[in-house]
């Protein structure tokens, strides 16, 4: 980023001459230049308030509050006048007698700034016993089941209220009853539970007083720096350890993709490291049973296997929750040992069609901009992501743009909580996505809103995507969409008019038959106007999975090497095969369904699954489930027994990300270190160490990585976008692909010059509209679209073994329409059966608005109620990601 010099100007300050920045409050001054100014209410992250009054000081013979008067030059403050002194002692009084404390002494581990200034300024406790009020003895909110709310000891700063209304844009909190009554709730009497409230904890984390405190908080002996292992956003978190287990969670402040903000798995989910139900030692299946065995048994007995089946017999299934590091030596595995590209991950159930899509168009399959940077957006387009659930601390970006004055537009066939935030929300029909994108992008044309001066010097075949745009006339887009044909023409307007625009997106956008194109029509979109290649735009797919994006980097894919080099290229073949010492295959290798369909082919006989969950991730999953159940040899290597596990002949115990050290690459790009907090539980080992000794036991040279440094000094020596990446240099925040070399100091937004294809443009695509595969009929009448809880992650493998986030969701529910409830007599909370042509399960029933009329919602994290036996594995021909988010199917009460 720019580096901008701030000004400074000269003050005095208790005698002191200072010289400060000429932006800064005067408490902000104060705080930069270690001078003690009491205050409650401020906060760094929030608007200043002056709430408290008791950063009183005197300006120029003016006393104000200091959090929210501005410095100027030459000015003369005073912290210690008598007057000041006085005032200040007078406000601390009067906020402890409404602090039914008793003492002026913290309670043991809490935090309690008041009390603190109470003891520094020197307030008499016999004067607070006389001045002290009947003590109401309210009754604590504990219905959350992370932290409580104790109306006692708060003092009305109000510093929950802004936390939760200007940085997590809920408002599920304010201020209620009135006068001596009031408090802080989302209505009189209400429980907390009762509220919007997201359980994040960023409310807690600022509180002032402990009225807001954790449950259960263990003051940790020592706190290891390192990255969140749930969603792509990337959070830097400090875990905090005590006799060899995770006791807590906390944001990095210096970190550029959360600036210490977490969400509620990011900072109470990692109870799952500690489960006692951990995997700690290998097993092998004897006799239909899984037994205990050493790892010499284990181990031996899976190299032998492997070593039968070889090139296309075998195929490798790596996995997004693992390190970059880990995800290079599988791909190395099957390339270099097994002699195959039978190699995938998740993201070809995820963001295939995003690589597939953007590598076309722009020469590059990853987003675009900084995440930090969309919060500077004038517009954000969020077409197919439920951002505040999937990505919430992204989300947050978002919200800074609305306060900034940028429009939002959303665009999603549920009306989810951004929703209610967007100056035009579109709810148009599950898989009508090109028509709705091709159909604004003819409005920016004809109405000339396009940058036509981009277009001639940085874009191509424009003319024949712009021919092709007559098809998507008004009555055909509203007719395909279902949508008003005048409120998409309003939305093409406000994007095209507010400069620089961001497009988000998620599996909305890919997870159809047609994903491919639906991202080609995003890439369209964001060239005709001008927006890529500029800070806070760009085309912008959000990983859902810690390492998704890196997985990819790392050549887990059946087509490319690492960097996305393609394996059929006669001179990148010849480059792995110098620097790996083999020979390879040249013919790119099988995706994730097609090495599960292998296996009913008879071509596939041995799969090393990592990490994964097919039996409940999978589309149309009892194929995955036969799959598993079939082929000659199976290798899980997991931290739990999972349903897929069940499937295994040998099962390996992998360690947390918690226990080992790596890498995450997240959405923006950002390479950034994962650190080893405790030891691995038992006689679980990292992924790392079982691939490589697996290989090593084959009798394969290459393998003998003593660290995950010496891992990632290979990766930067073979991938060009990783080539200037070395623990040293990302010791501190990480840094962005492409970092080509050592000097290089990483990349805030691609494309800022040129674009990486050939000839250095961007490449419109025409695209003609493809429906669904499948759509409703009489005997399926409803269509099922699928989505995540923000309390569970992927399959719930972790997520569930967090009490907290089970309490918070416990179960799968279908979300009906109340007009398609009436119709079938089906109420909240009524068990209901939905059936599609692939299989039926049974869940409760959630009537609500966010599901349209004609549309049912479920997630896939329960497997008690395993959506993906419903959902369709028709694919994408392209990326071959299946179609898990429409399918039809019939819902009846049970």
């Known amino acids: 980023m720019t580096d901008i010099t701030t000004s400074k100007v000269q003050v005095s300050f208790d005698g002191k001459a200072l010289e400060v920045d000429a932006s800064a409050t005067v408490l902000e001054a104060a705080l930069d230049n270690d001078i003690f100014i009491p205050h409650l209410c401020h906060s760094p992250d929030l608007v200043p308030a002056g709430v408290c009054r008791l950063c009183l000081v005197d300006v120029d013979g003016q006393m104000v509050t200091a959090c929210n008067t501005p410095i100027r030059d030459g000015a003369t403050i005073r912290s210690d006048t008598e007057e000041v002194t006085a005032t200040v002692r007078g406000a601390v009084e009067l906020l402890l007698v409404n602090h039914h404390r008793g003492s002026l002494e913290a309670e043991p581990g809490e935090r309690n700034d008041l009390l603190e200034i109470a003891r520094h300024i020197g307030v008499d406790e016999a004067k607070l016993r006389r001045l002290r009020r009947p003590e109401q003895n309210l009754v604590a909110d504990t219905s959350n089941p992370f932290f409580e709310f104790d109306p006692n000891i708060c003092v009305l700063c109000g510093i929950c209220v802004r936390v939760c209304d200007e940085i997590v844009g809920v408002s599920a909190i304010d201020f209620v009853k009135r006068g001596v009554f009031t408090t802080i709730g989302s209505a009189p009497d209400a429980k907390w539970t009762d509220s919007a409230c997201v359980s994040c904890g960023e409310c807690v984390v600022r509180c002032p007083t402990s009225s807001l405190s954790f449950k259960d908080f263990e003051t940790p002996e020592r706190e290891v720096e390192t990255t969140c292992t749930y969603c792509g956003c990337g959070c830097g978190i400090h875990l905090g350890v005590s006799d060899g287990q995770i006791v807590s969670a906390r944001g990095v402040q210096k970190s550029p993709a959360n600036e210490g903000r977490l969400c509620v798995k990011g900072r109470f989910g990692f109870d799952f490291v500690n489960a006692p139900d951990r995997l700690t030692t290998p097993l092998i299946r004897r006799n239909g049973e899984l037994e205990e065995a ?201 994007y095209a008019e507010n400069a620089p625009a961001s497009i988000l997106y998620a599996m909305g956008i890919t997870q159809h038959t047609h994903g491919t194109d639906n991202v080609l029509a995003i890439s369209n979109l964001a060239l005709l106007t001008g927006n890529v290649g500029v800070p806070s735009g760009g085309v912008n797919p959000l990983r859902g999975q810690s390492n998704v994006q890196g997985a990819c980097d790392m050549g887990a894919l059946p087509n490319v090497y690492p960097g996305y080099q393609k394996v059929d290229l006669p001179d990148v073949k010849a480059k792995f095969e110098q620097a790996w010492d083999v020979q390879l295959d040249e013919s790119p290798g099988l995706t994730h369904l097609e090495i599960l369909r292998g296996v009913s082919g008879g071509t596939i006989k041995a799969i090393y699954l990592v990490g994964e969950n097919p039996a409940l991730s999978e589309a149309d999953a009892t194929h995955a489930r036969k799959a598993m159940e079939d082929v000659e040899f199976l290798v899980v290597q997991d931290i739990f027994l999972t349903e897929s596990a069940h499937y295994a002949d040998v099962v390996l115990p992998a360690a947390t990300f918690a226990e080992k050290d790596g890498t995450f690459t997240n959405t923006e790009r950002r390479v950034q270190r994962v650190r080893q907090a405790i030891p691995p539980v038992g006689e679980s080992r990292s992924d790392l160490w079982i691939t490589c000794e697996i290989a090593r036991r084959m009798g394969a040279v290459g393998f003998d990585f003593e660290t995950a440094t010496d891992v990632m000094a290979e990766i930067a020596s073979v991938t060009p976008q990783y080539g200037g990446i070395t623990y040293e240099r990302i010791e501190d925040v990480g840094l962005q692909w492409p970092c080509p070399d050592q000097d290089h100091p990483g990349t805030r937004f691609l494309h800022g010059e040129q674009f990486p294809r050939p000839g250095g443009k961007g490449r419109f695509f025409p695209l003609a509209y493809r429906a669904p595969d499948e759509e409703p009929d009489d005997e399926y009448p409803l269509v099922l679209t699928t989505e995540r809880s923000l309390y569970h992650y992927h399959t719930s493998t972790m997520t569930r073994r967090v009490h907290g986030l089970e309490e918070l969701r416990p179960e799968e529910l279908v979300e009906i329409h109340p007009r398609d409830a009436a119709a079938l007599r089906i109420a909240s909370g009524d068990e209901v059966r939905v059936t599609s042509r692939r299989g039926e399960v049974v869940a409760r029933a959630l009537v609500t608005e966010v599901s349209p009329p004609g549309t049912v919602s479920m997630t896939f994290h329960f497997h008690e109620a395993p959506t993906n036996v419903l959902t369709n594995a028709a694919w994408d021909p392209v990326a071959k990601i299946p179609e898990t988010k429409v399918c039809a199917v019939r819902v009846e009460p049970v």
């Not at 970059?324 to 159930?349: F, M, P, S, W």
């Not at 209610?420 to 579109?426: L, M, R, W």
């Not at 712009?466 to 008004?474: G, I, R, T, V």
């Open 294 to 494: 050493t790892w010499d048994e284990a181990l031996d007995l899976v190299a032998a296997k492997f070593g039968e089946h070889r090139e296309g017999a075998f195929a490798a299934i790596a996995s997004a929750k693992l390190t970059n590091e880990e995800n290079y030596v599988i791909q190395k595995l099957a390339r270099a040992v097994q002699g195959t590209n039978n190699v995938d991950h998740c993201a070809r159930l995820c963001h295939a069609p995003s690589v597939a899509g953007l590598v076309q168009s722009f020469g590059s399959g990853a987003m675009t901009s900084s995440s930090k940077d969309l919060g500077d957006a004038r517009c954000t387009f969020a077409i197919g992501t439920n951002t505040t659930a999937a990505h919430p601390i992204l989300a947050l970006q978002v919200m800074r743009s609305l306060r900034q004055g940028g429009k939002l537009i959303v665009a999603n066939p549920r009306e989810i909580e951004l929703a209610e935030h967007a100056d035009i929300f579109i709810q148009h029909k599950p898989g009508s996505d090109v028509a709705l994108l091709m159909g604004m992008m003819r409005v920016i044309l004809e109405e000339d809103l396009h940058d036509p001066q981009y277009i001639a010097s940085r874009c191509e075949d424009f003319e024949v995507f712009a021919e092709s745009l007559a098809q998507y006339d008004d009555a055909t887009v509203e007719a395909k969409t279902g949508v008003p044909f005048e409120l998409i023409a309003e939305a093409a307007r406000m």
